[in-house]
């Protein structure tokens, strides 16, 4: 079966084509993916510093159909020839999903072929299957994005169970916020661990949020106000050099961060006996927590799992594997009802 995936959750519009005679056949999940094409808008909200939800909507409406025809001439196939659509109907933002969604449905009943809203998350979660070492079912999803940070148990395809989330700011907003606090340009997470690597250990002590909570939910709003404090108390009259003093308390930030993140990770291991850990996301691109779990797994004994780097961020390849796994479960939308999107949806009810 070859799938279509169409994702515009947020700022990046990804469209992809997805074969399952690999995944079927029990072969390397990658080696599925026929075709792909991204557009990424971060350019066009950099100059306001943040998503601007309208600008954000009309682009994807700019983009789809070039985007369309080069993910279908990458794969060499005629539009004819897929068989099923996926798109992300949420959670994100509503006009952006609209687009999508919009855009699927139409192409499907075209086409007079079956279609399947996709859980943005879901497509996050599944998309390390995609990877060379990818994970066998059970085990643990850390969830790490921008408006995102849940761990879940995955006992298979639709088959989630929470464990624990963000109680406020997820660590992407995190990493965001403390970008603006030391100047850095939207968006600021890639930034700041690229500040984070110059930074000299041990200059701040930043609180670790929740981290003796005695449950696996997260905060990172207290982080971020430390940092805020700290920027607060540096004065233009300091000897201190202002470049080490934003890359120091960068490194303590990052620091904090990951270790919150891998702590409450090998906790969950340790309490559910699984031995496999997932990380997926856009944060999941990380190196300094993609080191720090490697090194905890290592000495507790377990694996962690990530999807390719370049599938780490909104893509529609995500979108097309998710669907066409949903659609080999037997599900589909539901005739020609009219379309609709979901900007809140919990994913243990997907």
């Given at each position: 079966m070859i799938v279509l995936g169409i994702e515009t959750s947020c700022d990046e519009t990804g469209i992809a084509v997805y074969d399952t005679k690999n995944w079927e056949a029990g072969q390397a999940a990658g080696l599925g993916i026929l075709?792909?094409?991204l557009h990424s808008q971060v350019a066009m909200h950099r100059e306001y510093g943040?998503?601007?939800?309208?600008?954000?909507?009309?682009?994807h409406i700019r983009r789809v159909l070039p985007l369309l025809e080069?993910?279908?001439?990458?794969?060499?196939?005629?539009?004819?020839?897929?068989?099923?659509i996926a798109y992300t109907q949420g959670p994100g933002l509503a006009g952006a999903l609209l687009v999508g969604t919009a855009f699927g449905r139409s192409l499907a009943l075209a086409l007079n072929k079956p279609?399947?809203?996709?859980?943005?998350?879901e497509g996050h979660l599944l998309s390390p299957l995609l990877g060379e070492s990818a994970p066998r079912f059970p085990f643990i999803a850390l969830l790490v994005s921008g408006g995102h940070t849940q761990l879940m148990a995955v006992e298979g395809v639709g088959q989630y169970e929470l464990l624990g989330e963000t109680v406020d700011d997820a660590a992407g907003e995190a990493f965001d916020k403390t970008a603006k606090l030391l100047g850095l340009d939207y968006p600021g997470g890639a930034a700041v661990s690229l500040l984070a690597e110059r930074g000299k250990p041990g200059r701040f002590d930043l609180p670790r949020p929740m981290l003796h909570s005695g449950d696996l939910d997260f905060s990172f709003s207290g982080l971020k106000t430390a940092v805020l404090n700290q920027v607060n108390r540096?004065?233009?009259d300091s000897p201190d050099d202002k470049a080490q003093f934003d890359a120091d308390l960068a490194h303590a930030f990052v620091e904090s961060l990951v270790d919150v993140l891998v702590q409450k990770s090998a906790k969950v291991i340790k309490q559910t006996g699984y031995r496999d850990l997932v990380l997926a996301g856009g944060v999941g691109a990380n190196k300094q927590l993609?080191?720090?779990?490697?090194?905890?797994?290592?000495?507790?004994?377990?694996?962690?799992?990530?999807?390719?780097?370049?599938?780490?961020?909104?893509?529609?390849?995500?979108?097309?594997?998710?669907?066409?796994?949903?659609?080999?479960a037997g599900h589909q939308d539901g005739g020609t009802a009219a379309f609709d999107v979901k900007p809140r949806w919990d994913l243990t009810a997907a």
């Amino acid at each position: 079966m070859i799938v279509l995936g169409i994702e515009t959750s947020c700022d990046e519009t990804g469209i992809a084509v997805y074969d399952t005679k690999n995944w079927e056949a029990g072969q390397a999940a990658g080696l599925g993916i026929l075709g792909q094409a991204l557009h990424s808008q971060v350019a066009m909200h950099r100059e306001y510093g943040g998503v601007v939800p309208e600008l954000a909507s009309r682009d994807h409406i700019r983009r789809v159909l070039p985007l369309l025809e080069q993910a279908l001439d990458e794969a060499s196939l005629p539009l004819e020839s897929i068989d099923a659509i996926a798109y992300t109907q949420g959670p994100g933002l509503a006009g952006a999903l609209l687009v999508g969604t919009a855009f699927g449905r139409s192409l499907a009943l075209a086409l007079n072929k079956p279609s399947i809203g996709v859980h943005h998350l879901e497509g996050h979660l599944l998309s390390p299957l995609l990877g060379e070492s990818a994970p066998r079912f059970p085990f643990i999803a850390l969830l790490v994005s921008g408006g995102h940070t849940q761990l879940m148990a995955v006992e298979g395809v639709g088959q989630y169970e929470l464990l624990g989330e963000t109680v406020d700011d997820a660590a992407g907003e995190a990493f965001d916020k403390t970008a603006k606090l030391l100047g850095l340009d939207y968006p600021g997470g890639a930034a700041v661990s690229l500040l984070a690597e110059r930074g000299k250990p041990g200059r701040f002590d930043l609180p670790r949020p929740m981290l003796h909570s005695g449950d696996l939910d997260f905060s990172f709003s207290g982080l971020k106000t430390a940092v805020l404090n700290q920027v607060n108390r540096f004065s233009p009259d300091s000897p201190d050099d202002k470049a080490q003093f934003d890359a120091d308390l960068a490194h303590a930030f990052v620091e904090s961060l990951v270790d919150v993140l891998v702590q409450k990770s090998a906790k969950v291991i340790k309490q559910t006996g699984y031995r496999d850990l997932v990380l997926a996301g856009g944060v999941g691109a990380n190196k300094q927590l993609r080191a720090a779990l490697n090194a905890r797994a290592q000495r507790d004994q377990f694996q962690v799992h990530y999807p390719p780097l370049q599938l780490c961020t909104d893509n529609g390849v995500m979108i097309a594997f998710a669907g066409a796994l949903r659609l080999l479960a037997g599900h589909q939308d539901g005739g020609t009802a009219a379309f609709d999107v979901k900007p809140r949806w919990d994913l243990t009810a997907a």
